[in-house]
């Protein structure tokens, strides 16, 4: 069965300012989410992720192209899609003198329904562990995070927009954030979050697509892409590393970035460990360390191969 997009970007440009002044915040976007897939859209600050997002909710308006969310255009039918989605901003503002629950109630009565609505935000505050009868002036700003989560959940819309979801979250937190994903997609809802933490899109999303410089460098499986098998490898010997050694981890076909510092030897290794295990046992072996490649390191083996880019 075909998948169904839920959202659908073309040729979506934004410049800001005008004349010597002016910034390409992004060029020529586009891009589908699939109904019931969480998306990551990750980039480095000032990428261009906040513009995106605010495109789709309208806040701001595109210089060129479009986007359809629902297959509704994000302009003329704004209203309607903004009853269907959730949305949670990366600076969140809301009345600093009114309680969560004053707040809670006053959107769930905006969006109908309110007592269902109002009994589903007490589930998610209890989950997120949120005390909702605090004044917001009073929240932290991970406390105050949680509680935008709420309000943009809280009325199980069909399409989640998080813009930097876990910021100021501690650990914990967002772990129960990445099962409530979890739950959010088993239950064939869809969500499109932006962030530059790249292990947190490593855990929970399906796919990612990674902006930089307002352009659209690659969107993968994070399956397909996690599939690019290498790790760095550092091996600590007791005295030296022994003479030859490195000269001899060079000429192996799966070890590459070979570097020597003191009793340290670190390298990029693919494939099987065999080689590296007969190549240092000349040397008393105190530590042997595995680290996994970042994402974005991922990514650079990935595309260096000349793979097309794909959707
Ligand atoms: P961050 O992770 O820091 O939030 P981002 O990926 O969300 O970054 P954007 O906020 O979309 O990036 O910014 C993209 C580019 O557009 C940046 O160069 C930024 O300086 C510029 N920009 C954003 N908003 C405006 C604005 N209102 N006026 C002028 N330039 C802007």
Same mark, same amino acid.
């Given at each position: 069965m075909a998948s169904e997009s839920v959202l659908e970007i073309r040729g979506l440009t934004k410049t800001y300012g !005008? *004349? +010597?002044?002016?910034? =390409? @915040?992004?060029?020529q976007l586009d891009l589908s989410v699939n109904r019931g897939e969480i998306f990551g859209y990750l980039g480095p600050n000032g990428a261009g992720k906040t513009t995106t997002i605010r495109l789709l909710l309208d806040l701001i308006r595109p210089s060129s192209g479009s986007a359809r969310i629902f297959g509704l %255009?994000?302009? @003329? %039918?704004s209203v309607e899609i903004h009853r269907r989605i959730g949305f949670l901003p990366g600076e969140l503002s809301l009345w600093? *003198?009114?309680t969560g629950d004053q707040i809670i109630h006053y959107v769930a009565s905006v969006r109908g329904d309110s007592r269902g609505i109002a009994k589903q935000a007490g589930e998610l505050a209890e989950q997120l562990d949120l %005390?909702? !009868? +605090?004044?917001v002036r009073d929240l932290s700003s991970g406390n105050k995070r949680k509680l935008g989560l709420v309000i943009a959940m809280m009325h199980s819309p069909e399409l989640l927009i998080l813009d930097e979801?876990?910021?100021? =979250?501690d650990p914990l937190v967002q772990q129960t954030f990445h099962e409530m994903m979890d739950d959010y997609r088993a239950k064939g809802r869809t969500v499109f979050l932006s962030s530059h933490v790249l292990s947190e899109v490593q855990a929970i999303c399906d796919r990612v697509g990674i902006l930089r410089d307002g352009e659209l460098k690659a969107v993968e499986s994070v399956e397909k892409i996690t599939n690019v098998e290498f790790n760095w490898v550092d091996v600590t010997f007791r005295d030296a590393v022994p003479a030859g050694l490195q000269r001899q981890l060079e000429s192996l =076909?799966?070890? !590459?970035d070979v570097s020597t510092n003191g009793a340290r030897v670190r390298m990029r290794m693919a494939g099987d460990f065999d080689p590296l295990l007969r190549a240092i046992s000349s040397g008393y072996v105190e530590m042997l360390h595995v680290e996994e490649p970042s994402l974005e390191e991922i990514f650079l083996a990935f595309y260096s191969g000349d793979e097309e880019k794909t959707e």
């Open positions: !005008s *004349g +010597k002044r002016q910034t =390409l @915040a992004l060029n %255009d994000t302009r @003329a %039918d600093e *003198g009114r %005390d909702t !009868s +605090k004044r979801p876990t910021g100021g =979250l =076909l799966t070890i !590459s």
